[in-house]
């Protein structure tokens, strides 16, 4: 059942939730399909940037440049299960 907005604060409560909603599938939607500049990667993973290019020459992280030119980007299709992988990684290899 819908709630009656009776106010013009209530209104712009639900257009700010509804607007906050649409922002953030927007951008991750992006950063899915344009990735991430090496610090954003580094930080979304909690890791340095050193230690991710360390696994990217490892192999263990997508790295690409983009078709209009400019630096590389790091491709984390699934953020949480990515970063998850790589935390993994990386505590392997500090491991042994």
Known sequence: MATLITTP???ATVVGEAVRKVLAEHL????EQEGYSLSEAARKLGISVRTL???IKAGDVEVFRPQHGGSPRV???DAR???AETLRAVRKSRLG
């Not at 991750?28 to 950063?31: E, G, L, Q, T, Y």
Request: glycine letters at 0%; proline letters at 6%; a positive charge.
């Open 53 to 55: 290019q360390r696994r």
């Open 81 to 83: 299960n990515e970063a």
């Open 9 to 11: 604060e209530e209104l």
């Open 75 to 77: 491709r984390l299709p």
């Open 28 to 31: 991750r939607k992006r950063d």
